[in-house]
């Protein structure tokens, strides 16, 4: 596996490619992270991600595999990823698309297990109500990435 780091409105972010696919990200450096690309996955990954950050792509298109997690796990983060660009779900409605409606404190277990979090959008996934809760990138990223798809995704509706 091979961590690549990019500059991001939301600090640092790493991205992990296997060659074949993105298998892993973290805010932050990982302290095997090279500050550029080394291959063509990797050069896409972040080419991808520096346009999100633009408010220039609104959906990834790099290849994606989570080679770990229970099968409950993997539900929430396919489900993740059908979550359309700009819009929410609560933990509540994910627990239910995936066949367990009492199981939104385990869909938070979920989104904060996600190794691959922006590209697998686990920002989209809020309280009842729309309440903020819980991020593990922490509430202010959370927050910005949330807001820069709002705009993005208004920007859009009214051009």
């Known amino acids: 596996m091979r961590w690549t780091v990019l500059d991001s409105p939301i600090g640092e ?14 805010f932050g450096r ?9 291959h063509a996955l990797s050069r896409q990954a972040v080419a991808e991600l520096r346009a999100y950050f633009a408010g220039e792509l609104t ?3 790099v290849p994606v595999s989570i080679p770990r997690g229970s ?20 933990y509540g409605e994910v627990a239910r698309l995936v066949g367990d409606p009492g199981a939104a ?3 938070g ?5 996600n190794p691959i979090p922006v ?3 686990c920002h989209r996934i809020v309280g ?14 959370k927050v910005h990435l949330l807001e820069l798809e709002a705009r993005v995704a208004l920007q859009q509706a009214w051009s």
């Open 13 to 26: 972010f790493s991205v992990a490619s296997d060659g074949a696919s993105v298998c892993g990200a973290h």
């Open 30 to 38: 990982v302290d095997a992270a090279a500050d550029e690309p080394d």
């Open 59 to 61: 959906g990834f298109t």
């Open 71 to 90: 099968e409950f796990e993997r539900a929430v983060w396919r489900e993740m990823t059908r979550i359309p660009y700009g819009e929410t779900l609560t």
């Open 105 to 107: 404190r385990a869909v």
């Open 109 to 113: 277990v979920a989104c904060n297990r």
């Open 119 to 121: 590209i697998v959008p």
């Open 128 to 141: 009842a109500g729309g309440k903020l809760v819980g991020f593990g990138g922490g509430l202010p990223r």
